[in-house]
């Protein structure tokens, strides 16, 4: 059983920057996929970034290329999300899930097994 908390969530303006900081315990942190997730109010919840812990490979959505990054400290068994350049559309609550198996494959929300509490992200104009 993995548990993960979250923290690091708030209120920024446009163009500001936050990190997110996702701690696992209680499972096999060095080979397991760990995503970063977001729902807005009315929408479904969506992929933001991956990152497969044995090799560090990472994925990203479009609309966050170039602008989030998604890494790994595995002595402290936590991912990170950092943020930049966040725009008001970046709103909505965050949620770091993890998914134990050989490689990041899958995107879905549904398909990952254990899921922290969420922190909310606040982007104002």
């Known amino acids: 059983q993995v548990q993960l908390v979250e923290s690091g969530g708030g209120s920024v303006q446009a163009g500001g920057s936050l990190r997110l900081s996702c701690a696992a315990s209680?499972?096999?942190?060095?080979?397991?996929?760990m995503g970063w997730f977001r729902q807005a109010p009315g929408k479904e919840r969506e992929g933001v970034a991956r990152?497969?812990?044995?090799?560090?490979?990472?994925y990203y959505a479009d609309s966050v290329k170039g602008r989030f990054t998604i890494s790994q400290d595995n002595a402290k068994n936590t991912v990170y999300l950092q943020m930049h350049s966040l725009k008001p559309e970046d709103t909505a609550m965050y949620y770091c899930?993890?998914?134990?198996?050989?490689?990041?494959?899958?995107?879905?929300?549904?398909?990952?097994?254990?899921w922290g509490q969420g922190t909310q992200v606040t982007v104002s104009s």
């Open positions: 899930a993890a998914l134990p198996g050989n490689y990041c494959w899958t995107e879905r929300p549904a398909d990952f097994l254990y």
């Open positions: 209680g499972g096999i942190y060095s080979t397991i996929c």
């Open positions: 990152i497969y812990t044995g090799t560090s490979n990472t």
